[in-house]
Structure formats: C-alpha cells, structure tokens
C-alpha cells in the first residue's frame, strides 16, 4: 500500500533560519513526487515537483531513493513561508495523488 | 481563468440525505479528481475522471458514493444517505493532461457537515 509520512505535525522556526520538513515515503515503483502548499486563506497549490528540478520560492527537495524520503528544504526562512505544507507523491497504479497529514510551518519573526 | 470552482462551499445535511458536491474544472482541462479530507488528516484520492468516463475510483468507498463528469457541465460527487462519517472537506482537482506528473489545480473545497 502506498504511505507517505510527515512526522512533524507543527515546526517552527525563526526567519532567517533553516527550515527542513521531512517526507518519507512507501511505495511500489518509482513514484514521481510533489510538494503542495497551502497558504492561510488560499487553496492548494503546487510548490514544487522532483521532475523539475526546480527550486520555488527558495524552496528545493531532493529525492532519496535509499532512504525513500524527499524532504523540503530552504536555508533561510522568511515570514511569508508560513503555511501548511503537504508531500505527495504520484504513482503506484493510482491515478490520484496520496497525500501526507502535512507540516504546519510557522516562521517567527 | 477562474480557476477550479466548487460549490456549494458548505453544506449541511441531516443523516440519511442525499450530498450533491460540483465541481467545474479550470478552462481547457477534461481530467478531474476527488479527494476527502477527514479532521486531521491528509487529502485521501477518491475518484479521477475523464469526460463520461470514470478511469479510477479506486478511493471512492463501494457504496453510497458515485461520481460523474457529464459531456457538458460540472462533475459531481453524490453522496447517499450520509452518515456522521461522511462530514469532511471535498476537494476538486483538474488538469490539462492525465498523467501522474501533471500539476493538478484544487479547488477551494466543499465542507460537508452531516448532523
């Protein structure tokens, strides 16, 4: 069965700091992975993909096959970040998305 | 473009009614998605549709839930004789193409309250 596991309910962090939110993930095959975001008031929208190899907003993941996690990075956070963060990876036979319980994030100034 | 616009964006009903949750996809996209957002839990994928066509519903639960996407107008998610266990957040979702690596635009939710 696919899994995906965000193990950090809340984190918070103060601006200018590090920010990692973890995504670990059990599936079969070699899913493609994405982080959602949802910002307070907005809907859901894409933050980023693995298949880009992009980076958003500062943001960048990276794809850990041996240890099945694809976590979410910045180095410096900024107020602006706060909100609730969703890893999802694609794939396994399902056309949907599966969904992590999310982060919520929290920068303080 | 709109955008995903679902409606109603809450709904009440009493145990043992009928849920009818809509759901227009943005301009130019003919895949749509379902998902269920119980209290504290993640987004769970219900059902992906094509035009006329239900291509996995491999979420939906076997019974008292059906799904649609009709040649013209919304696609809409039926609940049957809705129990308490039914009150979650709809999510709508669309997109230009299928695939598992397509961006999926959401919707802002339907918050369904059974009393």
């Known amino acids: 069965a696919q899994r995906v596991t965000q193990p950090e309910k809340l984190l918070s962090v103060f601006k200018g700091a590090p920010v990692e939110l973890k995504c670990n993930y059990s599936?079969?095959?070699?899913?493609?992975l994405f982080w959602y975001v949802q910002y307070s008031r907005q809907r859901l929208q894409l933050l980023l993909r693995?298949?880009s190899r992009e980076s958003i907003k500062g943001f960048t993941a990276d794809l850990n096959k041996g240890e099945t996690s694809f976590h979410l990075k910045k180095p410096f956070a900024q107020e602006e970040d706060s909100a609730m963060y969703y890893c999802?990876?694609?794939?396994?036979?399902?056309?949907?998305?599966?969904f992590g319980k999310g982060t919520h994030l929290i920068i303080q100034p | 473009n709109a955008g995903v616009m679902q409606n109603p964006r809450h709904l009440v009903r009493r145990r043992g009614q009928e849920a009818r949750l809509r759901c227009s996809p943005m301009?130019?996209?003919?895949?749509v998605y379902w998902y269920r957002q119980l209290p504290e839990e993640g987004l769970k994928f219900m059902v992906y549709?094509?035009?006329?066509?239900?291509?996995?519903e491999s979420g939906m639960p076997k019974e008292r839930f059906s799904a649609e996407f009709p040649k013209e107008g919304p696609s809409i998610l039926r609940i049957q004789q809705v129990v308490r266990g039914d009150s979650a957040a709809y999510f709508c979702?669309?997109?230009?193409?299928?695939?598992?690596?397509?961006?999926?635009?959401f919707g802002p939710g339907t918050r369904l309250t059974v009393l």
């Open positions: 979702a669309s997109s230009p193409v299928r695939g598992q690596v397509s961006e999926q635009f």
């Open positions: 599936y079969s095959g070699s899913p493609e």
């Open positions: 693995h298949i």
């Open positions: 999802a990876p694609a794939g396994g036979g399902a056309d949907g998305l599966t």
């Open positions: 301009k130019g996209h003919s895949h």
């Open positions: 549709l094509q035009k006329e066509n239900i291509i996995d």
